[in-house]
């Protein structure tokens, strides 16, 4: 009989236009497939090893995994100065600085690059890349990537006792240590201030614990309000979470009793003023001391000596008006923070909004007063 050749034909077209519509697995170490990821929004962003790039979506309650190929070592990184950066970015995406806003910034401690997120009024997000104050845009589609779903997240349209939305806190803050991803948000538990730990390359597990702090400033006990930043350290040797909260408490929580299923009580080290929301923390070198430097909202950015840090050995545990435990010190220089992260071990980058209301992006350095 004879055979038709039009079928097998039709098999291998059919194979064809499946592997270039869906993702496919690809040969990494880290467990990436090429597509095109679906990210909602860009809430957070951190960076581990090899240019891999974390993008936390609070409103798809994912993270993703991301092959930058941008991997190339960068010893000394240089400064970076770019004014009215806001004109500047929504002229390279085609639109009016009132359109856009920035919602997180990260270096790539590898390369020394910055990596900008973007959200337009529309609702789409999109992730930018700084290399020598030229501004490019990072192509979502057709990228190596991975991804985790969160558990226990609020649904889309909860809302708190204020009628905000609370899926968007979700993931508030996020960094990449000794081979897991950290993650600060809500979760939709009872008490829904929540710490995730998530080995990487992801697979299907992931670790909650419930915190719980006494905000002096407020003179209470809190489990629903996020840690709004965060970074990891060590103090006196031992692994440590440094978070703060809205107005401004700084606690300290050891890291190796944030597991899955944990209510972990933290120690609040300092209050730092109420009525400020703090935006990113840092860890850099002043010489041969060691500094802790937190951006925030109303005020100038606080510097901490890791020295008065682990020098307290107490917790606040009563109210208190004002300031109240570790020394800090403000930094004059350093108000208006939109966002700020670590270029290098002794460099800063900010972009800061001026008082003239223009809004730029410079460096400074580590002895910044």
């Given at each position: 009989m004879?055979k038709?050749w039009?079928?097998?034909?039709?098999?291998?077209?059919?194979?064809?236009?499946?592997?270039?519509t869906?993702?496919?697995?690809?040969?990494?170490?880290?467990?990436?497939?090429?597509g095109?990821?679906?990210?909602?929004?860009?809430?957070?962003?951190?960076?581990?090893k090899?240019?891999?790039?974390?993008?936390?979506?609070s409103?798809?309650?994912?993270?993703?995994?991301?092959?930058?190929?941008?991997a190339?070592?960068?010893e000394?990184?240089?400064a970076?100065?770019?004014?009215?950066?806001d004109?500047?970015?929504?002229?390279?995406?085609?639109?009016?600085?009132?359109?856009?806003?920035?919602t997180d910034m990260?270096v790539?401690?590898?390369?020394?690059k910055?990596?900008?997120?973007?959200?337009n009024?529309?609702?789409?997000p999109v992730?930018?890349?700084?290399?020598n104050?030229?501004i490019?845009?990072?192509?979502?589609?057709?990228?190596?990537?991975?991804?985790?779903?969160?558990?226990?997240?609020?649904?889309e349209?909860?809302?708190?006792?204020?009628?905000?939305?609370?899926?968007?806190?979700?993931?508030?803050?996020?960094?990449?240590?000794d081979?897991k991803?950290?993650i600060?948000?809500l979760?939709?538990?009872?008490?829904?201030?929540?710490?995730?730990?998530?080995?990487f390359?992801?697979t299907s597990s992931?670790d909650e614990?419930s915190?719980?702090?006494?905000?002096?400033?407020?003179?209470?006990y809190e489990?629903?309000?996020?840690?709004?930043?965060f970074?990891?350290?060590?103090?006196n040797?031992?692994?440590?979470?440094?978070?703060?909260?809205?107005?401004?408490?700084?606690?300290?929580?050891p890291?190796?009793e944030?597991?899955?299923?944990?209510?972990?009580?933290?120690?609040t080290?300092?209050e730092?003023?109420s009525?400020?929301?703090?935006?990113?923390?840092?860890?850099?070198?002043?010489?041969?001391e060691?500094?802790?430097?937190?951006?925030?909202?109303?005020?100038?950015a606080?510097?901490?000596?890791?020295?008065?840090?682990?020098?307290?050995?107490?917790?606040?545990?009563?109210?208190?008006?004002?300031?109240?435990?570790?020394?800090?010190?403000?930094?004059?220089?350093?108000?208006?923070?939109?966002q700020?992260d670590?270029?290098?071990?002794?460099q800063?980058?900010?972009?800061?909004?001026?008082?003239?209301?223009?809004i730029?992006?410079?460096t400074?350095?580590d002895?910044?007063q």
């Amino acid at each position: 009989m004879k055979k038709n050749w039009l079928y097998p034909f039709l098999f291998l077209t059919l194979i064809v236009l499946l592997a270039a519509t869906k993702p496919f697995t690809v040969n990494s170490p880290y467990g990436f497939t090429k597509g095109t990821p679906e990210i909602k929004s860009i809430s957070a962003l951190s960076f581990g090893k090899d240019g891999i790039l974390f993008i936390g979506d609070s409103k798809g309650a994912s993270v993703f995994a991301l092959d930058t190929k941008d991997a190339k070592n960068t010893e000394k990184a240089g400064a970076i100065s770019m004014t009215n950066i806001d004109q500047k970015i929504a002229a390279a995406l085609g639109t009016q600085k009132e359109n856009i806003t920035i919602t997180d910034m990260a270096v790539n401690p590898v390369s020394k690059k910055l990596y900008i997120a973007i959200q337009n009024t529309d609702g789409t997000p999109v992730l930018l890349k700084i290399d020598n104050e030229k501004i490019d845009a990072v192509s979502l589609k057709d990228v190596y990537f991975s991804s985790i779903a969160l558990n226990d997240v609020y649904a889309e349209d909860a809302k708190d006792a204020r009628g905000r939305l609370l899926r968007i806190s979700t993931i508030s803050d996020m960094s990449f240590y000794d081979g897991k991803l950290y993650i600060s948000g809500l979760s939709n538990k009872e008490f829904s201030s929540t710490f995730r730990s998530i080995p990487f390359p992801f697979t299907s597990s992931q670790d909650e614990a419930s915190l719980e702090i006494y905000h002096a400033s407020h003179g209470r006990y809190e489990t629903t309000s996020p840690v709004r930043t965060f970074t990891i350290s060590k103090i006196n040797g031992k692994d440590y979470v440094i978070a703060s909260y809205t107005c401004t408490p700084l606690v300290l929580f050891p890291l190796d009793e944030l597991k899955a299923g944990m209510h972990v009580k933290g120690r609040t080290v300092a209050e730092m003023g109420s009525g400020n929301t703090p935006i990113d923390m840092i860890t850099i070198k002043n010489g041969n001391e060691t500094m802790l430097v937190m951006a925030n909202t109303a005020r100038a950015a606080s510097k901490v000596n890791y020295k008065n840090i682990e020098a307290f050995e107490g917790t606040l545990t009563e109210r208190v008006a004002g300031t109240a435990g570790t020394p800090f010190v403000l930094l004059p220089s350093l108000t208006g923070i939109v966002q700020m992260d670590k270029l290098d071990n002794n460099q800063i980058v900010m972009i800061q909004k001026k008082q003239n209301g223009d809004i730029d992006l410079l460096t400074v350095n580590d002895d910044v007063q």
